[in-house]
């Protein structure tokens, strides 16, 4: 139980044990430290120590940290501007962001954010053009074109077997974010008690604090990250409304067995829970078979499968998602998705369609590739000394940096920016308890072998162990 931890609205403001050498870096530092559920008693110093705690907004997207305002004088005053609704008051400019800039500032080579520097396959891209042209540029269904709708349950149904129906089984949305969002929003009540597994992808805890959800947070621990079932049993209670997975997993890039499945599907059965399922990158599946929790016995009725075109076809800024669900799951999703954003980009979604009925040797194709720049990376971080954490799944690495001698994991990205020009990404941002995630970083291997190689180069130069 020790790696369990319950979320409540009131988390003392606190910075961690260890601490930022640097401003860049108030990101991390502004998790809090959990309150546990019982101190109602410690919920009144809490407040305190929220409003007596420094800002840590340290730059609002925009860049405007202050406005002006006049005083009662007459006289201009400089007002720190915070205008954010409580249920969002911790989320900050989110690391990746973060990261993303100063690997500009810095010139280094950006293997953080999980985006590809090369660009998504020809067909698809003149799909979307020919779309455009065809005049497809006018509000779409708001559930989906389609013709979008009938590819997923094609490609749903080739990956699972599952037979679902186009019209009523699927939501298409902006990216799966607004698939994760318009899942919580439309299923998850005020108090519902949602278990995640960290660490997590960062709008999960986002979305499920927006639903006013009670986060409830098991740990996957190194070297295998894998599922402490007696601590998942005993985290489900009567209150349990879902379990929040995500396989092949962002940032470890473990993958889910079907033992750990089968053994969530029983006790989701035995409870009567749901179960979120992200699956962004099912096709990003190196070591093992990609499992879809949807395909297990009993599991269709009470799973909702969330994914998006972004990471499989390399056009992540394109953002078409969607949800398949059981209708009566689907209506919440619906009902939400309709007042998020009610439609997704029509020419994209008609290009989607295209993308999702490529054959079978594009798949095959982009697995080899991928096997190729993970070969670059993992290699090379062996050689650097790094001690590596082996991924099975998704574009991503995710390593132990303490032979290298920094304190944590975001002194080692500030030192790898800003002294060897190499970008990666914290864990601890992945963590409701940031402490779990300070001996790893992640590195990303959806870049050019070029890029690979080069960024490999400067840290077998410049990074040595201490
Ligand atoms: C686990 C996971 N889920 C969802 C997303 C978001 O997907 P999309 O870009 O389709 O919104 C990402 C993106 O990095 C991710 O890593």
Same mark, same amino acid.
């Given at each position: 139980?020790?790696? *369990?931890?319950?979320?409540?609205?009131?988390?003392?403001?606190?910075?961690?044990?260890?601490?930022?050498?640097?401003?860049?870096?108030?990101?991390?530092?502004?998790?809090?430290?959990?309150?546990?559920?019982?101190?109602?008693?410690?919920?009144?110093?809490?407040?305190?120590?929220?409003?007596?705690?420094?800002? &840590?907004?340290?730059?609002?997207?925009?860049?405007? #940290?202050? +406005?002006?305002? *006049?005083?009662?004088?007459? /006289?201009?005053? *400089?007002?720190?501007?915070? @205008?954010?609704?409580?249920?969002?008051?911790?989320?900050?400019?989110?690391?990746?962001?973060?990261?993303?800039?100063?690997?500009?500032?810095?010139?280094?080579?950006?293997?953080?954010?999980?985006?590809?520097?090369?660009?998504?396959?020809?067909?698809?891209?003149?799909?979307?053009? /020919?779309?455009?042209?065809?005049?497809?540029? /006018?509000?779409?269904?708001?559930?989906?074109?389609?013709?979008?709708?009938?590819?997923?349950?094609?490609?749903?149904?080739?990956?699972?077997? &599952?037979?679902?129906?186009?019209?009523?089984?699927?939501?298409?949305?902006?990216?799966?974010?607004?698939?994760?969002?318009?899942?919580?929003?439309?299923?998850?009540?005020?108090?519902?008690?949602?278990? &995640?597994?960290?660490?997590?992808?960062?709008?999960?805890?986002?979305?499920?604090?927006?639903?006013?959800?009670?986060? $409830?947070?098991?740990?996957?621990?190194?070297?295998?990250?894998?599922?402490?079932?007696?601590?998942?049993?005993?985290?489900?209670? /009567?209150?349990?409304?879902?379990?929040?997975?995500?396989?092949? @997993?962002?940032?470890?890039?473990?993958?889910?067995?079907?033992?750990?499945?089968?053994?969530?599907?029983?006790?989701?059965?035995?409870?009567?829970?749901? +179960?979120?399922?992200?699956? +962004?990158?099912?096709? &990003?599946?190196?070591?093992? #078979? @990609?499992?879809?929790?949807?395909?297990?016995?009993?599991?269709?009725?009470?799973?909702?499968?969330?994914?998006?075109?972004?990471?499989?076809?390399?056009?992540?800024?394109?953002?078409?998602?969607?949800?398949?669900?059981?209708?009566?799951?689907?209506?919440?999703?619906?009902?939400? @998705?309709?007042?998020?954003?009610?439609?997704?980009?029509?020419?994209?979604?008609?290009?989607?369609?295209?993308?999702?009925?490529?054959?079978?040797?594009?798949?095959?194709?982009?697995?080899?590739?991928?096997?190729? $720049?993970?070969?670059?990376?993992?290699?090379?971080?062996?050689?650097?000394?790094?001690?590596?954490?082996?991924?099975?799944?998704?574009?991503?690495?995710? +390593?132990?940096?303490?032979?290298?001698?920094?304190?944590?994991?975001?002194?080692?990205?500030?030192?790898?920016?800003?002294?060897?020009?190499?970008?990666?990404?914290?864990?601890?941002?992945?963590?409701?308890?940031?402490?779990?995630?300070?001996?790893?970083?992640?590195?990303?291997?959806?870049?050019?072998?070029?890029?690979?190689?080069?960024?490999?180069?400067?840290? $077998?130069?410049?990074?040595?162990?201490?």
């Amino acid at each position: 139980m020790q790696s *369990q931890c319950i979320w409540t609205p009131f988390k003392v403001l606190t910075p961690l044990s260890f601490k930022p050498s640097s401003t860049f870096f108030t990101f991390s530092f502004s998790k809090q430290l959990l309150l546990p559920s019982k101190s109602i008693a410690a919920v009144s110093s809490a407040r305190r120590a929220i409003s007596s705690y420094p800002s &840590l907004m340290a730059s609002s997207p925009a860049g405007k #940290d202050v +406005v002006s305002t *006049q005083n009662n004088s007459n /006289q201009k005053t *400089q007002q720190p501007l915070q @205008h954010v609704a409580k249920r969002l008051e911790k989320f900050k400019t989110t690391i990746f962001t973060q990261m993303s800039s100063l690997a500009i500032k810095h010139g280094a080579i950006n293997l953080g954010q999980g985006f590809p520097n090369f660009d998504g396959p020809e067909f698809v891209k003149e799909a979307a053009i /020919q779309a455009i042209k065809d005049g497809k540029n /006018q509000y779409a269904r708001g559930y989906g074109v389609p013709d979008l709708s009938s590819a997923i349950a094609e490609r749903f149904k080739k990956d699972t077997g &599952l037979v679902v129906d186009p019209e009523k089984e699927i939501t298409v949305t902006s990216g799966c974010t607004e698939a994760i969002a318009a899942t919580m929003l439309g299923l998850i009540n005020p108090g519902d008690e949602v278990i &995640l597994f960290a660490p997590f992808y960062d709008s999960y805890e986002a979305t499920l604090s927006m639903a006013g959800a009670k986060i $409830k947070c098991i740990t996957l621990r190194p070297p295998d990250f894998s599922v402490p079932i007696d601590e998942l049993k005993s985290a489900i209670t /009567q209150d349990t409304r879902a379990v929040l997975i995500n396989t092949p @997993h962002n940032p470890t890039g473990k993958m889910f067995t079907r033992e750990e499945l089968s053994t969530i599907a029983s006790l989701c059965i035995e409870n009567d829970v749901l +179960v979120f399922t992200d699956e +962004v990158y099912d096709k &990003l599946a190196f070591e093992m #078979d @990609h499992i879809s929790m949807a395909s297990l016995p009993g599991m269709y009725e009470r799973t909702v499968t969330l994914n998006s075109l972004g990471k499989t076809f390399s056009l992540t800024g394109w953002k078409i998602g969607w949800a398949i669900a059981p209708l009566h799951l689907t209506w919440g999703v619906r009902q939400a @998705h309709s007042f998020l954003t009610f439609a997704t980009s029509t020419p994209m979604q008609w290009a989607a369609a295209v993308a999702l009925r490529a054959p079978e040797s594009y798949y095959v194709e982009l697995k080899r590739d991928y096997m190729a $720049k993970k070969e670059i990376l993992v290699e090379g971080l062996k050689a650097v000394g790094f001690k590596i954490f082996p991924s099975s799944g998704t574009y991503f690495v995710v +390593v132990d940096h303490t032979p290298f001698g920094l304190e944590n994991d975001v002194a080692f990205c500030e030192y790898l920016i800003k002294e060897v020009g190499v970008v990666a990404i914290p864990t601890s941002v992945f963590y409701l308890n940031p402490e779990d995630g300070k001996n790893l970083v992640r590195f990303t291997f959806c870049k050019d072998e070029g890029t690979l190689r080069a960024a490999v180069d400067r840290m $077998k130069e410049k990074l040595k162990r201490k």
